[in-house]
């Protein structure tokens, strides 16, 4: 069964940057029909997709956050990877690491915990 | 960057009705890359539907969807009292791009 699980800081000051791991377990990161992404919600709001990596390392950023989002895989940890830079407020959300299907029928099967992130000082 | 359209945004309903989502997309979708979730406070969104029609596994049959084009539907035949929740459908664009709706609330009459 594959799982997946976030980690990281769960307080981050404003102008920081946010960094979370996710790490992926019961299957290999490195399966070509899979991209692996983030998607974050702020509270009591809807879902946002923040970005999306394969394991070659190629990316898709939503273009809204673009200018402030890497995302980054290390294929021997199993592992792919969220900095999102110069963070305010509006930041604030539950961040979900996620395995999107990417060959027909498409679709995000599976689904980290979550994570909250708040941003304050 | 196409733009997912859910209505009603709350829909109340009591336990054995037939609910009726909608998700209208701002141009055309491919049914391959139409995708519903449900998603319970505190919880991860789980898949319900992929393929437009398709249910995931262990998905109960009460959950079907249908639609093409830039309209799509989500309905739960006789409602549960687990069913309410909110709906979230969800599209890819040229390569792994993602969108989703802005969700529905399903809530209890």
Known sequence: QLQLQESGPGLVKPSETLSLTC???GGSISSSSYYWGWIRQPPGKGLEWIGSIYYSGSTYYNPSLKSRVTISVDTSKNQFSLKLSSVTAAD????????????????IDYWGQGTLVTVSS | EIVLTQSPGTLSLSPGERATLSCRASQSVSSS???????????????????????????????????????????????????????????????????FGQGTRLEIK
């Open chain 1, 23 to 25: 790490t992926v377990s």
């Open chain 1, 92 to 107: 604030t959300a539950v961040y979900y690491c996620a395995r999107l299907r990417v060959v027909v029928p498409a679709a």
């Open chain 2, 33 to 99: 890359y139409l995708a519903w979730y449900q998603q319970k406070p505190g919880q991860a969104p789980r898949l319900l539907i992929y393929g437009a029609s398709s249910r995931a596994t262990g998905i109960p049959d009460r959950f079907s969807g249908s639609g093409s084009g830039t309209d799509f539907t989500l309905t739960i035949s006789r409602l549960e009292p687990e069913d309410f929740a909110v709906y979230y459908c969800q599209q890819y664009g040229s390569s792994p791009r993602v969108t």
